[in-house]
């Protein structure tokens, strides 16, 4: 994409394809300003998704976690991924909620199972797992049956019922 390499500077971007795909990969420090050009200049004005994966022991992965934004132009229907990254021990990447209210739920959501931090979001709470949960249960190091808090959310339940 010759335009998002205009807007940024083609010395931090990385693009590549795959089929119908146009990705671009962008370091942490510079994400934030990448994605408001992209919606200002390029008229990527719809976050359609966020999300993160997170490469523990994946072959030649450099980093930890990889997080995603799927961006759409309502006009024209054009789209394009961009992808960043966080690592250990601290994981952290911008907030984009002030350029996409949408991305709200999202960050709190990445936040929930990954842990990931998204430094000025306004509410970054759990989403989806209780307030006393401690783990994050989308991390590839955290255990297939759990940590044992089945048990306690459980009795927890009954209690409440």
């Not at 759409?72 to 907030?95: F, H, N, Q």
């Amino acid at each position: 994409m010759a335009l998002a390499k205009t807007l940024v500077g083609s010395d931090s971007l990385i693009v590549s394809g795959f089929r119908d795909n146009v990705r671009l990969e962008v370091p942490p420090a510079a994400s934030l300003e990448v994605l408001r050009k992209l919606r200002s200049h390029a008229g990527l004005d719809l976050l359609v998704d966020l999300s993160a994966a997170d490469y523990l022991n994946y072959p030649n992965a450099v980093h930890r976690y990889g997080i995603w934004y799927v961006l759409e132009s309502v006009e024209t229907g054009v789209r394009l991924v961009v992808k960043t990254w966080a690592d250990d021990p601290d994981p952290r990447i911008d907030s984009v909620f002030d350029v996409w209210r949408g991305a709200d739920w999202m960050e709190r959501e990445v936040f929930d199972l990954f842990g990931i931090v998204f430094e000025g979001h306004p509410d970054l709470r759990r989403i989806l797992m209780p307030d006393e949960f401690t783990s994050h249960p989308l991390r590839k190091d955290y255990p297939l049956r759990g940590d044992g808090e089945r048990h306690n959310f459980h009795a927890l339940s009954r209690e409440e019922s």
